[in-house]
């Protein structure tokens, strides 16, 4: 465990020995880096956070590098990885969400890697509502493994649980139902295939249609389409319209066959909505466009592994992602 951008203060300090202690209490061996300041936004100075990080992904003896957390900035280690050591090294996998986007989606698509958007350490030992599975599930799936995830039907609509009065929840109370929605006005049945790319607007906007956001190194004569997932975390709507123009623009959708939108609790802006700045942006791409996905923000979590091939199937019957761990 490292902190590429933001470390664990004091107050929480106690949730993460929970958290490690819920992993070696499943005989995992759990080794604990030395990024993990958390008085700052970062967790150490941006050259240790990346060699530390680098070591972890290059040692063929560490099988997963799971963060706490996401962060803020850690868009400032992309210029300090080395890609191409990456890509010859034996795959481990790399674990998160939230700014961990910015990393993970620049290793899948620069390095060939399968990454894994899920939850971090910190809220690995919540229990997850079935259909629905957790990292570690993808995680421990042996490979060539088909997986299949559908709505839980449930969230949570408040901020969460206060780690500091209880360091040891494992459970939520889910507090808001409701499943996945098709946003875009097409008719008819979805049932679509591709590799999965994605992540958190906030992050993964910011280097789009540079050389770490280049999503076509994904596309093959196997597979010549992508899903793409995106979440809100925070910003209002306005600011989503423009990211998600800004991703149109620069190819980040080319050779989509759907999106999947992620739940969000951000705001709306006085005259656009969350739901309307997704289809000002993405409507123009003729392409279905599923929302109240369980991959963002707002608990659970759905995880889904970049790289991997996708389906898509949402019709009156059935809606459901199936990833091809191949």
Do not use: K
């Not at 490292?2 to 070696?24: H, I, M, N, Q």
């Not at 992508?226 to 998600?244: G, Q, T």
Request: net charge negative; with cysteine.
């Amino acid at each position: 465990m490292t902190s590429p951008s933001s470390g664990v203060g004091e107050p929480l300090r106690r949730r993460l020995d929970f958290a490690v202690g819920f992993l070696r209490d499943r005989g995992y061996v759990v080794e604990v880096g030395y990024c993990m300041d958390g008085s700052t936004h970062i967790s150490a100075p941006v050259e240790q956070r990346a060699a530390e990080l680098m070591r972890m992904l290059l040692d063929p003896g560490i099988r997963v590098v799971l963060p706490p957390w996401g962060g803020e900035t850690a868009i400032d280690l992309l210029p300090h990885l080395d890609f191409d050591a990456i890509a010859a090294a034996e795959p481990t996998w790399f674990v998160g969400y939230s700014d961990l986007s910015t990393l993970l989606t620049p290793v899948t698509l620069m390095s060939g890697w399968a990454t894994l958007h899920g939850t971090g350490l910190m809220e690995t030992p919540y229990a997850v509502p079935a259909p629905l599975l957790s990292w570690l599930d993808i995680a421990t799936a042996a490979p060539g493994s088909t997986i299949r995830q559908s709505t839980a039907n449930v969230h949570r609509i408040d901020s969460g649980d206060d780690w500091t009065a209880d360091p040891t929840v494992t459970s939520r109370h889910w507090n808001g139902s409701g499943g996945w929605r098709r946003l875009d006005a097409g008719g008819g049945n979805v049932d679509v295939s591709g590799r999965l790319i994605g992540g958190c607007l906030e992050t993964i906007a910011h280097f789009a249609g540079t050389r770490y956001g280049q999503t076509g190194s994904l596309r093959d004569d196997r597979s010549p389409t992508l899903i793409v997932y995106v979440e809100a975390a925070e910003e209002n709507a306005f600011s989503i319209c423009r990211y998600l123009h800004g991703m149109r623009l620069a190819g980040f959708f080319d050779g989509a066959s759907a999106v999947l939108v992620g739940r969000t609790s951000a705001p709306d802006s006085p005259t656009l909505s969350q739901d309307e700045a997704v289809l000002d942006a993405l409507d123009a791409l003729n392409i279905p466009i599923i929302a109240d996905v369980e991959c963002g923000h707002v608990p659970p979590q759905l995880p889904i592994v970049n790289g991997a091939l996708g389906r898509v199937v949402f019709n009156a019957d059935e809606q459901f992602l199936e990833q091809s761990l191949v």
